[in-house]
């Protein structure tokens, strides 16, 4: 059993005293394990970083095997954000969520693509709006999209400005007045499609995408903690205006 495919580093942890075992996300072959030998060595360890996007080849005498991997570099993430601690936060919770979200062994190729364009898009300012996103695309990859399209309760679509916790389905801002402590905020971001926001406006976002992902997708108490600091971290930045 082989393949050769594009894959994101997702995660690599020391096996024994030389090899490394890399989770990275394929495009064709979803999210995948394997073992790289000599992993540790110092050619190595500069390309099985989370964020980098590898040439990969996997090879194993079953299917059902671990596996060994060999990976190609292509371009890093990496790089570009090592001096700027909440992008690398960004781009540490993007890799920790697809690994924990998304099932071993099948292909989502548009969470792939995603997280490709999430990664791009840390070299510019718009990559908080991005990640939301991209995180809802997760969401919607997975079976749990939600319904931004017009209110749950009057049927139209203007001034939505609310989430249903139960449904996942937009509410307007006259419709929800009466239970908006109950509700989820919708950023006008996602509504009008900016690439720019407000952390206050960012934070909403990921309060909302954290909830549904946290529901459907995480079990109780399991949140990436990389998600989890980058939650913080958001947090503040709204606070602080």
Same mark, same amino acid.
């Given at each position: 059993?082989d393949?050769? #495919? #594009? /894959? *994101?580093?997702? %995660?690599?942890?020391?096996?024994?005293?030389?090899?490394? *075992?890399?989770?990275?996300?394929?495009?064709?072959?979803?999210?995948?394990?394997?073992?790289? $030998?000599?992993?540790?060595? =110092?050619?190595?360890?500069?390309?099985?970083?989370? /964020?980098?996007?590898? =040439?990969?080849?996997w090879?194993?005498?079953?299917?059902?095997h671990?596996?060994?991997?060999?990976?190609?570099?292509?371009? %890093?993430?990496?790089a570009?954000?090592?001096?700027?601690?909440?992008?690398?936060?960004?781009?540490?919770?993007?890799?920790?969520?697809?690994?924990?979200?998304?099932p071993? $062994? &099948?292909?989502?190729?548009?969470?792939?693509?995603?997280?490709c364009?999430?990664?791009?898009?840390l070299?510019?300012? !718009?990559?908080?709006?991005?990640?939301?996103k991209? &995180?809802?695309?997760?969401?919607a990859?997975l079976?749990?999209?939600?319904d931004? %399209?017009c209110?749950a !309760?009057?049927?139209?679509?203007?001034?939505?400005?609310?989430v249903?916790?139960?449904?996942?389905?937009?509410?307007?801002?006259?419709?929800?007045?009466p239970?908006?402590n109950?509700l989820? $905020?919708?950023?006008?971001?996602?509504?009008?499609g900016?690439?720019? !926001?407000?952390?206050? &406006?960012?934070?909403d976002?990921?309060?909302?995408t954290?909830?549904?992902?946290?529901?459907?997708v995480f079990?109780?108490?399991?949140?990436?903690?990389? =998600?989890?600091?980058?939650? #913080?971290r958001?947090r503040?930045?709204? &606070?602080?205006?």
């Amino acid at each position: 059993m082989d393949w050769t #495919d #594009d /894959g *994101i580093i997702l %995660s690599a942890r020391r096996h024994g005293e030389t090899s490394v *075992i890399v989770s990275l996300l394929t495009r064709e072959h979803g999210r995948c394990a394997g073992l790289v $030998r000599g992993g540790t060595g =110092r050619r190595q360890r500069g390309v099985l970083q989370a /964020g980098t996007l590898v =040439r990969a080849t996997w090879r194993a005498r079953l299917a059902e095997h671990l596996g060994n991997l060999s990976c190609e570099p292509i371009s %890093s993430a990496v790089a570009g954000v090592l001096g700027d601690s909440m992008r690398l936060a960004a781009l540490s919770a993007a890799c920790a969520v697809a690994e924990a979200a998304l099932p071993e $062994r &099948e292909p989502y190729p548009g969470a792939f693509e995603g997280l490709c364009i999430l990664m791009d898009s840390l070299a510019g300012e !718009a990559w908080p709006t991005v990640f939301v996103k991209w &995180e809802l695309g997760l969401l919607a990859e997975l079976g749990y999209g939600l319904d931004l %399209s017009c209110c749950a !309760a009057t049927g139209r679509n203007d001034q939505l400005a609310y989430v249903s916790p139960k449904t996942g389905r937009a509410v307007s801002l006259s419709a929800g007045e009466p239970y908006r402590n109950l509700l989820l $905020r919708l950023p006008e971001f996602l509504i009008l499609g900016d690439v720019l !926001a407000s952390p206050a &406006e960012v934070f909403d976002g990921l309060a909302l995408t954290g909830y549904f992902l946290t529901r459907h997708v995480f079990a109780a108490g399991s949140v990436p903690p990389a =998600r989890a600091r980058l939650f #913080d971290r958001m947090r503040a930045a709204a &606070e602080a205006g």
